[in-house]
């Protein structure tokens, strides 16, 4: 599968035509995630699920955002090329609109709904966003829906004493997407994660670093062992991956670099 973030500076200028690319080079599964047009990429639910059905694509998954993040007292919006405040349109998110995701995502026919990024900078935000994670994973049961929590890097990193990652594994009863990347970057062997809480991963992220870990590459191109990875697939519980390059300036050349590797390695 492929998580749409990828084709982020582009999908909005043309919704359809990037997704027909993205069936065309051997994809056929999606995980969405916050579009510039609102909604579902200027979709209904049931409208972007029969789109994507109609070219070969099934929708799996759709990331949203945990509780809203606030700018640190004083910090100032970062600034475009032209010098003008940079205009970010507001995003709904799980502590404020729950209920309303849950809903939208589940008349979709979606299996899965996924936290993408939640703040976690001190205690007592790692607490009131644990809160919202579980509160969201018992609607999202409700619901018929699986709920999932996506890491980055700074999950593994330790604050106030406290790991967040490891706090959200045992405060909570939720899956776990893991972003196999960022989980490596943050120090975290995601196969030791497997034999820690077996079952628990079901939906992973595949993307590629390089060797100081801060480049992202293509899957195959940089130095991350995918091969030991899927192997311990049975382990993690793995259900789906999707693949995902923050941003690439060719996101089609990335996309199908990563497919034709992963391919090969999987047989």
Request: proline share 6%; hydrophobic share 40%.
């Amino acid at each position: 599968g492929l998580q749409l973030f990828t084709f982020f500076n582009e999908i909005d200028n043309d919704v359809e035509g990037t997704l027909k690319k993205i069936a065309a080079v051997g994809y056929k599964e999606i995980e969405s995630a916050f579009s510039k047009k609102g909604g579902y990429y200027g979709m209904k639910p049931k409208e972007f699920a029969a789109y994507l059905t109609g070219i070969g694509l099934s929708w799996k998954s759709h990331h949203v955002l945990g509780a809203p993040f606030k700018l640190p007292a004083g910090a100032k919006m970062p600034t475009m090329p032209d010098g003008k405040p940079m205009v970010i349109p507001p995003m709904r998110n799980l502590q404020d609109n729950m209920q309303e995701l849950v809903d939208e995502v589940a008349e979709g026919g979606v299996e899965y709904l996924v936290c993408a990024n939640t703040p976690i900078g001190s205690l007592e935000e790692i607490n009131k966003s644990i809160e919202v994670l579980n509160k969201t994973d018992e609607a999202c049961k409700k619901a018929g829906l699986n709920f999932c929590y996506h890491n980055h890097d700074a999950e593994f990193h330790t604050v106030e004493g406290k790991v967040p990652y490891e706090m959200m594994l045992t405060q909570t009863t939720m899956k776990m997407e893991l972003d196999l990347a960022w989980a490596t970057k943050g120090g975290k062997d995601p196969v030791e994660l497997f034999k820690e809480h077996p079952g628990r991963f079901p939906l992973w992220h595949v993307k590629d670093l390089d060797a100081s870990m801060e480049i992202i590459l293509p899957v195959g191109s940089g130095t991350i062992d995918y091969k030991r990875i899927f192997d311990a697939s049975k382990k993690a519980g793995m259900k789906h991956f999707f693949v995902e390059h923050d941003m690439p300036k060719d996101a089609l050349a990335s996309i199908t670099e990563s497919f034709a590797y992963l391919s090969k390695m999987l047989g």
